[in-house]
């Protein structure tokens, strides 16, 4: 996909196979049937309280036959007189899963990146320019808005990225920021797996030893967009995609979910013992209003119920029940590991020495701190806090750049996930203010599967109900 200020004659894409042992020949041409994207800009949507209308034009074309684990460059553009194409780009087509299976899989991961404060961006770039990834997941909060300034601060930021997202698949989720006119320049810029039903919004697919699923936490937080059918719509898929992915652990070990807003939290209410509104709203999907809508001046992270549910749509209980190994999120502007959790308890470790060794629950990680304008910058030599978690929250393990006060600065992280084998996961976290890895953690799953299985006295807060 790409982005013109104007509609061209044509859409064209051009790419040819990059090897030392295959000669590249000529490139070839691939045409989409040509049709203006953005309806809503087109018909004029207004922006920022504005008069202003901008109208751009969304390019679509899907390459078709490539020959998987080859690179390939390409360029787009229309070849009309007058016209004209990109740069040259570059990209490794999915590799097999034999191959992978030789090797690993190897993902980045972050959320909660804008045009502004971007500081992982060239540690991100220097990062795929020297290593080989297969993928980058962005669990929400892109650019700060797509939809600012008519749209061109999404245009910026687009630009920010595209070293990184020209040259391997961007894999996003939608979050907070992207809920302007009812998420479409989230739905327009973007075109991820089984776009043509769900419009990016929520999504899953095959890689090597993992299936990986992208759901969107928005739909519990926005009623003036997403009614209970939306809601129900996508908790019955998630089900059942879940589903279908724990029977199929013999070719697929892993499973790999990214969203928004997070479950669990760095610090639990004192009194309740529980997290906040927000993060119980996500956990366990009560349909819910935050910020000005739902009262609130001050914080849009302040949120409260907007239907009497004690869990409409619990998530969490389909992690457990289905058996998700990992869990990234994003929205709170810190990197946070938490141990195995499943409704605000951790279970006994398998292995007193190692709690991620046969995990007993999903393990979660919020990593929100790819780097936005509402991160602060901190005073040279001072550190960011960082280290152990409240007592008040016993799943968590560790964090970096929660709360910064006085001189401090957030922490700017992002993550790796590398998938070794079908028992082995390594993730760790980069600092671009440490300028060092400040966390790693080793998944060691021995029997991967539903962890209800393990425990047949937990019945999911959904089922209970029924009994």
Same mark, same amino acid.
């Given at each position: 996909?790409?982005?013109?200020e104007?509609?061209t004659?044509?859409?064209?894409?051009?790419y040819?196979?990059?090897?030392?042992? @295959?000669? %590249?020949?000529?490139?070839?041409?691939?045409?989409?049937?040509?049709a203006?994207?953005?309806?809503?800009?087109?018909?004029?949507?207004q922006?920022n309280?504005?008069?202003?209308?901008?109208?751009?034009?969304v390019?679509?074309v899907? *390459? /078709?036959?490539?020959k998987?684990?080859?690179?390939?460059?390409?360029?787009? !553009?229309?070849?009309?007189?007058?016209?004209?194409?990109?740069?040259?780009?570059?990209?490794t087509?999915?590799?097999?899963?034999? %191959?992978?299976?030789?090797?690993a *899989?190897?993902?980045? #991961?972050?959320?909660d990146?804008?045009?502004?404060?971007?500081l992982?961006?060239p540690?991100?770039e220097?990062?795929?320019?020297?290593n080989f990834y297969?993928? *980058? $997941?962005h669990c929400?909060?892109l650019?700060?808005?797509?939809?600012?300034?008519?749209g061109?601060?999404?245009?910026?930021?687009?630009r920010?990225? /595209?070293?990184?997202?020209?040259?391997?698949?961007?894999m996003?989720?939608?979050g907070n920021h992207?809920?302007?006119?009812?998420?479409s320049?989230f739905?327009?810029?973007f075109?991820?797996?089984?776009?043509?039903?769900y419009?990016?919004?929520?999504?899953?697919?095959?890689?090597?030893?993992?299936h990986?699923v992208?759901?969107n936490?928005e739909?519990?937080?926005?009623?003036?967009?997403?009614d209970?059918?939306?809601?129900? %719509?996508q908790f019955?898929?998630?089900?059942?995609?879940l589903k279908?992915?724990?029977?199929?652990r013999?070719?697929?070990?892993?499973?790999?979910v990214?969203?928004h807003?997070?479950? +669990?939290c $760095?610090?639990?209410?004192r009194?309740?013992?529980?997290?906040?509104?927000?993060?119980?709203a996500s956990?366990?999907g009560?349909?819910?209003?935050c910020?000005r %809508?739902a009262g609130f001046?001050?914080?849009?992270?302040?949120c409260?119920p907007?239907?009497?549910?004690? !869990?409409?749509?619990?998530?969490e209980? *389909?992690?457990?029940?289905?058996?998700?190994? $990992?869990?990234?999120?994003?929205?709170?502007?810190? +990197?946070?590991r938490?141990?195995?959790?499943y409704? /605000?308890?951790?279970?006994?470790?398998?292995?007193a020495?190692?709690?991620?060794?046969?995990?007993?629950?999903?393990?979660?990680i919020?990593t929100?701190?790819?780097?936005?304008? /509402?991160?602060?910058?901190g005073?040279? !030599?001072v550190?960011?806090?960082?280290? !152990?978690c409240?007592?008040?929250?016993p799943?968590?393990?560790?964090?970096?750049?929660?709360?910064?006060?006085?001189?401090q600065?957030?922490?700017?992280t992002?993550?790796h @996930?590398?998938?070794?084998?079908s028992?082995?996961?390594q993730f760790?976290?980069? #600092?671009?203010?440490?300028?060092?890895w400040?966390d790693?953690?080793w998944i060691v799953q021995?029997?991967?599967?539903?962890?209800?299985?393990?425990?047949e006295?937990?019945?999911?807060?959904? $089922?209970?109900?029924e009994?």
């Amino acid at each position: 996909m790409w982005q013109t200020e104007v509609p061209t004659n044509l859409s064209v894409v051009e790419y040819g196979l990059v090897s030392p042992t @295959v000669s %590249a020949g000529s490139p070839r041409r691939v045409l989409s049937e040509h049709a203006p994207r953005f309806p809503e800009l087109t018909s004029g949507v207004q922006y920022n309280n504005t008069n202003q209308n901008r109208n751009t034009t969304v390019h679509k074309v899907i *390459l /078709e036959g490539l020959k998987q684990g080859a690179y390939y460059t390409y360029r787009v !553009g229309d070849p009309s007189p007058g016209a004209g194409f990109s740069g040259a780009f570059f990209f490794t087509a999915m590799r097999t899963q034999e %191959a992978i299976a030789d090797d690993a *899989l190897r993902l980045i #991961s972050y959320c909660d990146m804008g045009d502004r404060h971007g500081l992982t961006i060239p540690d991100v770039e220097e990062d795929i320019a020297n290593n080989f990834y297969d993928g *980058l $997941l962005h669990c929400g909060d892109l650019a700060y808005d797509l939809a600012s300034a008519l749209g061109v601060t999404g245009d910026n930021w687009l630009r920010d990225i /595209e070293p990184i997202a020209a040259n391997l698949p961007y894999m996003v989720s939608p979050g907070n920021h992207e809920a302007h006119y009812n998420f479409s320049n989230f739905r327009q810029r973007f075109s991820m797996p089984m776009a043509d039903k769900y419009e990016s919004m929520y999504y899953s697919f095959d890689i090597g030893p993992a299936h990986i699923v992208s759901y969107n936490t928005e739909v519990f937080f926005w009623p003036q967009y997403f009614d209970e059918g939306l809601m129900k %719509a996508q908790f019955e898929w998630l089900d059942q995609d879940l589903k279908a992915a724990n029977a199929n652990r013999d070719e697929r070990p892993w499973i790999i979910v990214m969203g928004h807003r997070p479950m +669990y939290c $760095l610090v639990a209410d004192r009194t309740t013992g529980q997290c906040d509104h927000e993060h119980e709203a996500s956990r366990r999907g009560i349909p819910s209003g935050c910020g000005r %809508a739902a009262g609130f001046e001050d914080d849009e992270h302040l949120c409260s119920p907007t239907a009497d549910s004690l !869990g409409t749509y619990p998530v969490e209980d *389909l992690f457990y029940q289905h058996g998700v190994d $990992l869990a990234i999120f994003g929205h709170v502007h810190d +990197y946070e590991r938490f141990l195995p959790v499943y409704n /605000e308890s951790v279970p006994e470790a398998t292995d007193a020495s190692n709690p991620y060794y046969a995990p007993k629950a999903p393990v979660h990680i919020t990593t929100g701190s790819g780097g936005n304008p /509402e991160m602060p910058y901190g005073a040279p !030599g001072v550190e960011p806090p960082h280290g !152990g978690c409240s007592t008040w929250s016993p799943w968590c393990a560790y964090y970096s750049g929660y709360f910064p006060h006085g001189d401090q600065g957030a922490d700017f992280t992002y993550s790796h @996930v590398i998938v070794h084998n079908s028992t082995h996961l390594q993730f760790s976290q980069w #600092s671009s203010i440490f300028r060092k890895w400040i966390d790693e953690i080793w998944i060691v799953q021995p029997k991967h599967g539903s962890f209800a299985a393990n425990e047949e006295e937990v019945v999911p807060l959904h $089922l209970r109900a029924e009994q």
